[in-house]
Every structure is written in structure tokens, then in C-alpha cells.
């Protein structure tokens, strides 16, 4: 690689408007044959099948909507990727779980990729007002935990600069990541653990907020333009992927 991928804040973002591009109608070939030219391939090798490149795209772009949702704040966007269900299912061993005082049981699917996966016997606390948010924060921790148990943090470039003071001497650990996919999934992990940050809804540029209302990237911005004239258009019919 000829970039240094982690230093791209474009990376996520430009990933979510091929996805959206997609959705909207524009031929996948050439969608992501012109991501690829800019970013290259996700995995090591020197081929990757389209389709298989198209699955990783869509699997990053639900995983965004989790987090797009837990970072500002949008239910409605969770409650559009989490569907909970109430029913109670035996285990392997036919054993019934039973309810104690202060959880319920629940099941949680989440839509990812064109498939969906079940996150079972989850235990919600029964005040939980907001189980979707529990629900996606532990699926993009197990997510993201899985994407990057491959990855191992080097001493790359890491680099100590001494003040006047001895107590300014300043310590810059590196990370080293040997993938495109595993450059993205830890750019996801850097932000959720930083938790400070909001995701502009238009161009999925993350922002530090100046105010707390803040919602768009630049306040009063391009963003915020685009937005204002969308909500006069028609929404289009979802998709049905094929
Ligand atoms: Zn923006």
C-alpha cells in the first residue's frame, strides 16, 4: 500500500457512500470497481471476487448504522437495524431460562449483510429504557472484537519527543495494521472507544460537536443545505437487494 490507510478519515465515510450509491440503483461492478481503484482491495491478496468485496461493503455499511445511531442518538435509526422479539427459546440442552428479578430475557436480531444474525439470550435489565442501544453496543463490541483479534499493535514509527521539562517528554505508540479491512474495523474501534464523537448524517464525516445539538458536521454548512432540501423530495422505496 502506497497510503497509509489509518490516517484516512475518508476511509469509513467513502465506504457508506458506495453503499448508498448501490442502494440507490448504480451498478455494483462499477460502484466499487471505482472505490477500489482509490482504495484498494480489502484483504491481502491480489484478487478479491466483486461480490465477495460487495458482502465486507454492506456488512461495514450496517455496522455504521449501529454506530451512527449510538453516537447521536437516533433510535429510530436502531430501532430501523434491531428488531427485538419477546419470545423465550429452549437452550441446547432443552433447558428453559428462566427470568430472574431484574432481567428479562430477549432476543435481539440485527440485520447484517443479507443475512441476518441473532443475538440470543441477551439479559436487558428490565429498566432498560432503551434496549436497542444495549443491543447494538454489544454487537459492534463483539463485531469489532472478532474483525481485529488477527491484529497486533507494533512499535511502527513510534516516537518519544523531549520537552525542555523531563515531564514533557511525549510518548506516540503506533498502530500497525497489515489489511485494508482491519485498517477500517480499527478506525471503528479508535472512535468507539473515543465515545466523544457524533456522525454527520450526510456525509458520515465524524465531528466533535461544539454545542450539544449540533448535528451536522459544520453547523449551518453544506450538510446541513442538503439535508434541508432532501427532506422536500420523496423518499424512494427501499431496495430489495438482489
Ligand atoms: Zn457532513
Given at each position: 500500500m502506497d497510503y497509509d490507510a489509518?490516517?484516512?478519515i475518508d476511509l469509513i465515510p467513502s465506504i457508506i457512500k458506495t453503499v448508498e450509491k448501490i442502494l440507490n440503483g448504480e451498478k455494483k461492478t462499477k460502484a466499487i470497481k471505482?472505490?477500489?481503484q482509490k482504495w484498494g482491495l480489502l484483504n491481502s491478496d491480489l484478487t478479491q471476487p466483486l461480490e465477495e468485496i460487495w458482502l465486507e461493503l454492506y456488512k461495514i455499511y450496517k455496522l455504521w448504522e449501529l454506530y451512527k445511531g449510538l453516537a447521536n442518538g437516533d433510535i429510530s435509526l436502531l430501532k430501523a437495524n434491531i428488531q427485538l422479539s419477546d419470545e423465550?427459546?429452549?437452550?441446547?440442552?432443552?433447558v428453559l431460562i428462566i427470568e430472574s428479578e431484574d432481567t428479562y430475557l430477549k432476543k435481539a436480531i440485527i440485520f447484517k449483510g443479507e443475512e441476518f444474525s441473532v443475538v440470543e439470550h441477551h439479559n436487558f435489565m428490565k429498566d432498560d429504557n432503551n434496549p436497542e442501544s444495549t443491543v447494538a453496543?454489544?454487537?459492534l463490541a463483539e463485531t469489532l472484537e472478532k474483525e481485529l483479534q488477527n491484529c497486533t499493535i507494533f512499535s511502527h514509527r513510534m516516537s518519544i519527543s523531549a520537552g525542555k521539562d523531563i515531564n514533557d517528554i511525549k510518548f506516540t505508540p503506533a498502530l500497525k495494521v497489515s489489511t485494508l479491512k482491519e485498517a477500517i474495523y480499527m478506525q471503528f474501534y479508535i472512535l468507539l472507544s473515543e465515545n466523544n464523537q457524533k456522525i454527520c448524517p450526510v456525509c458520515n464525516k465524524p465531528f466533535s460537536p461544539n454545542r450539544i445539538d449540533q448535528r451536522y458536521c459544520i453547523p449551518k454548512g453544506?450538510?446541513?443545505h442538503t439535508a434541508k432540501s432532501r427532506r422536500y423530495r420523496k423518499p424512494k422505496p427501499p431496495k430489495i437487494l438482489a
Open positions: 489509518m490516517d484516512e471505482q472505490w477500489s423465550i427459546e429452549l437452550d441446547q440442552d432443552d453496543l454489544f454487537h453544506p450538510c446541513y
